[in-house]
């Protein structure tokens, strides 16, 4: 049994993803939320996190279909910021700007999803509302087209508002 572990930025907890005697391209971004101190029973074998270094290395853990998906999504973040510096934080990509966290963003089961949101307008809003799961979260279905131009206005409306202009527009 390996379990991926991470702290999920919007609820703040830790975040345990169990993979058992299933192939990898099965397991891949199962994820469960789970507070610290539950989901883990001992009786059922040891745990092991799954560490990455890289941005690579994690989008490498992932199934060719969604490793594409992260790659682009990458891209599409990098084209808005190409400035931008990438780590790992919370076990999953993280994009930097002047050495502060701008952007995370990760693969799951059935899904993708970018944290966190930033202020928006109305407008905006209401054309973000489907894949809106959380005062901080979007989540992308990955059995639907991602909608990427979405994503660089997010990373864009981010970029604006750290840069000192809290205009909600998108």
Not at 88 to 111: D, E, M
């Amino acid at each position: 049994m390996t379990c991926r572990v991470g702290i999920d930025p919007e609820a703040g907890f830790r975040r345990l993803s169990l993979h058992q005697a299933i192939p990898a391209h099965d397991a891949r971004g199962v994820g469960q939320s789970t507070p610290p101190g539950t989901g883990n029973n001992e009786s059922k074998g040891s745990l092991v996190a799954e560490q990455f270094a890289t941005i690579d290395q994690y989008i490498g853990s992932f199934p060719e279909d969604v490793q594409v998906i992260l790659q682009e999504v990458r891209r599409r973040i990098r084209n808005v910021v190409p400035e931008a510096g990438e780590t790992i934080s919370y076990q999953i990509p993280t994009i930097t700007l002047s050495g502060r966290y701008l952007v995370y963003f990760a693969g799951w089961k059935h899904h993708i999803s970018v944290y966190p949101v930033p202020a928006l307008d109305d407008s905006f809003e209401q054309e973000l509302a489907p894949y809106r799961v959380g005062r901080g979260t979007v989540r992308f279905p990955l059995n639907k087209p991602i909608p990427y131009g979405l994503i660089e206005r997010l990373v864009a409306l981010l970029v604006q508002q750290r840069n000192g202009h809290p205009e909600r527009t998108g």
